[in-house]
């Protein structure tokens, strides 16, 4: 039997829709019979002759989906996986789109990031012993054929040059796009993924990822690639298009950072900092200004080195994870150290530990994403209102699913906030974009002049306009403010989270992953979530749902879809409760990079009232953590219900 013929016969033994088979099967006839592809036949025949039928029609029945701003996913064979042909058709698109959007503008320029990452199979899913074209695939390697597409289609590229030791960081491309003044940035990044994958984000002119409908215009300009121009990396280079970044955009970035700065510096010793970039490139931005800012931080020395393989990382290298900072914190407790400070591997996002003691040292405690959204935001407020440094009109930007408590503060500082904007920091860097070139953002009026902060509930936080993504540079040296300005309080970041609290009210935020692997995984949660649509639930956890929000309704408030990428990212429910003085919202929507819905739930409180005693602060806040942990009990057993599924034992339960 040949290949074709054995491949018909095993992918008729899985259970997926057959037009899906069908795709995969015609797919993988592409790759094993034109010329293009005959790197790769050796694995190809290996996948076929050991059955690995799931596998292949995984990697075959679709091209891989180009997203709202580019492609993320394992490394592999296939037009389902990352590889150097899913990123040239991907940069092939991108030059299309380039010179429709810039007609008659020569020369166009891009500049182009890469994060550390390099496949080495860890997942074992291919055969070791024959020849395999991704196996020790870089991001570097990818922007490199990258450079070569870009060359062939009379772009140019700026690049870091071959044997630099330096990486350029998310947060350092959007500001480097700016200050070259760039058309458009490519970032080779899997951010906090498990090492076996990568990913491909673009940028526009403005050093921000696009929003709808520019980024619809991109995926169909990718969608309708037939052929890939291509020269050979070195081919490129001598062809003058590819021109390598020198330290002068990187002075530039981190100096920008530093001027971010809101207190004087530490003395010697004042204050104990421990940071870790988990093996990723937050010491080339971070790290660097930390130490210019006089904070002398203390390493992880296992974990400085930039590596793909993330191998001195326990869990993931994502400071969302606690577990992610457990060197760190045997670091912290031997320096007696006042905080603790993690980037992710392209060192957007940080992640943070705070002593619980003012003289610093163990216990620490967890800084989350939402409660490090709330601090930095009073913390930056407050410092601009004492030292008189506040704009008339100050502006505080946040997303539907970060904490209320957010709000809360901007208001109490009498800023215009925005807090309905959708997941993902390309709708933050619009604000601004439109706030510079209109004036105002819907009902919001001023200039980036105005702009204070931005944060999201995964731990990321941008508080400059000169950089248009999340940005750990400033996170971190704000965050590592805060903590030396409650040292000189006598005070500690834990105290101070308590005491924010109790002026806004307790906010619980809890982040509810439902997991729905593979092809039928997919169906579910489509039908999970139109379910939850149709017939949205009269109560969760007890709570009675005072109103409900489908950001899918053309009718609502964000109007007519922009594009099927609109239509995608709006796939959003929001229900919101009430019951007596507790408030609580719970959003739903699926994950755009991985194969979960996930439930953002929050619980809150009123703030402390004079006259209520300790007891019956405490009292306040059990509440609030009871009440949220039946709502996830609750609305998790809804979800599953609408696939006819119950919930894993203990799916439900939350981390405190």
């Known amino acids: 039997m040949d290949l074709l013929a054995a491949a018909r016969a095993g992918f008729a033994t899985i259970d997926a829709d057959a037009a899906l088979k069908d795709r995969a099967l015609a797919n993988l006839t592409t790759w094993l019979t034109h010329p293009d592809f005959a790197a790769y036949r050796p694995q190809l025949e290996w996948l076929v002759a050991t059955a690995k039928w799931s596998l292949l029609v995984d990697s075959f029945y679709q091209v891989m989906p180009f997203g709202t701003g580019g492609r993320r996913g394992s490394v592999g064979i296939g037009p389902n996986r990352m590889n150097l042909w899913t990123l040239g058709a991907s940069v092939q698109g991108h030059c299309d789109y380039l010179k429709q959007r810039f007609p008659g503008v020569n020369p166009l320029q891009v500049v182009l990031a890469f994060d550390v990452r390099q496949f080495e199979d860890r997942r074992k899913v291919y055969n070791p012993d024959l020849p395999n074209p991704v196996l020790h695939l870089s991001s570097r390697e990818f922007c490199q054929y990258a450079c070569g597409v870009y060359a062939a289609n ?10 630099s030791k330096r990486y350029v960081p998310t947060p350092e491309l959007s500001f480097a796009i700016r200050y070259l003044r760039a058309h458009g940035g490519l970032n080779m990044t899997a951010s906090h993924n498990p090492p076996d994958d990568n990913g491909s984000k673009f940028y526009n002119e403005l050093g921000a990822q696009p929003v709808p409908p520019e980024d619809q215009l991109i995926s169909e300009f990718v969608d309708q690639v037939a052929t890939i121009k291509h020269l050979a990396f070195p081919d490129a280079v001598r062809s003058g298009k590819v021109h390598y970044l020198d330290d002068s955009s990187h002075r530039a970035y981190i100096d920008l950072c530093r001027k971010e700065s809101l207190i004087p510096p530490p003395k010697a010793d004042e204050v104990r900092v421990v940071f870790t970039p988990l093996h990723g490139c937050g010491g080339f931005c971070a790290g660097e200004v930390l130490e210019a800012q006089g904070f002398r931080p203390i390493s ?18 994502n400071p969302e994870i606690p577990e992610c900072m457990d060197r760190a914190e045997r670091v912290a407790t031997e ?10 591997p392209d060192a957007d996002r940080i992640g943070a530990l705070g002593s619980s003691r003012p003289e610093g040292g163990a216990p620490y405690r967890f800084i989350t994403g ?12 407050e410092q601009l209102t004492r030292s008189g440094s506040l704009p008339g009109s100050p502006i505080v930007i946040t997303t539907e699913v970060t904490t209320g408590q957010v709000a809360r503060i901007g208001h109490k500082y009498g800023a215009q906030v925005i807090s309905d904007l959708l997941v993902g920091f390309k709708y933050h860097a619009d604000v601004i974009a439109q706030l510079e070139a209109n004036g ?3 009902d919001v009026r001023g200039t980036p002049a105005d ?10 936080i941008l508080a400059t306009a000169g950089i248009r993504d999340k940005d750990s540079a400033c996170a971190v040296l704000l965050l590592a403010e805060a903590a030396l300005h409650q040292k000189r309080r006598g005070s500690t970041l834990v105290e101070y989270l308590d005491d924010l609290n109790r002026m806004f009210g307790y906010y619980r935020n809890e982040l509810l992953n439902i997991v729905m692997t593979g092809l039928e995984g997919k169906v579910n949660m489509a039908r999970m979530l139109d379910s939850l649509r149709s017939a949205p639930p009269a109560a969760i956890g007890g709570m009675p749902v005072v109103a409900f929000e489908d950001l899918r309704n053309e009718s609502g408030r964000l109007g007519p879809f922009r594009g099927a990428t609109d239509a995608a990212a709006r796939n959003f429910l929001i229900f919101r409760l009430a019951q007596g003085d507790y408030s609580a919202k719970v959003c739903l929507r699926p994950s755009g990079t991985e194969p979960k819905a996930k439930a953002y739930l929050e619980v809150s409180s ?12 405490s009292a306040n806040c059990a509440a609030v953590d009871r009440l949220v942990q039946s709502v996830a009990t609750d609305f998790l057993g809804l ?16 981390s405190r």
Not at 370 to 381: S, V, W
């Open 451 to 460: 702009f204070v902060i931005a944060t999201e509930e995964s731990h990321g």
């Open 606 to 617: 009123a703030p402390w009232r004079p006259g209520v005693t300790a007891d019956g602060w």
């Open 335 to 344: 320096h007696k150290a006042d905080l603790v400070v993690a980037t992710d």
């Open 440 to 442: 105002q953002y819907g």
């Open 154 to 163: 009379g772009i140019h590229s700026h690049i870091l040059p071959p044997d």
């Open 370 to 381: 939402q409660e490090i959204a709330a601090l930095l935001t009073h913390f930056k407020l």
């Open 639 to 654: 979800a599953m219900a609408t696939v006819g599924q119950t919930p894993t034992p203990g799916a439900d339960k939350l």
């Open 300 to 317: 992880v020395p296992e974990q400085v080195t930039p590596d793909g393989q993330f191998p001195n990382v326990t869990k993931t290298p």
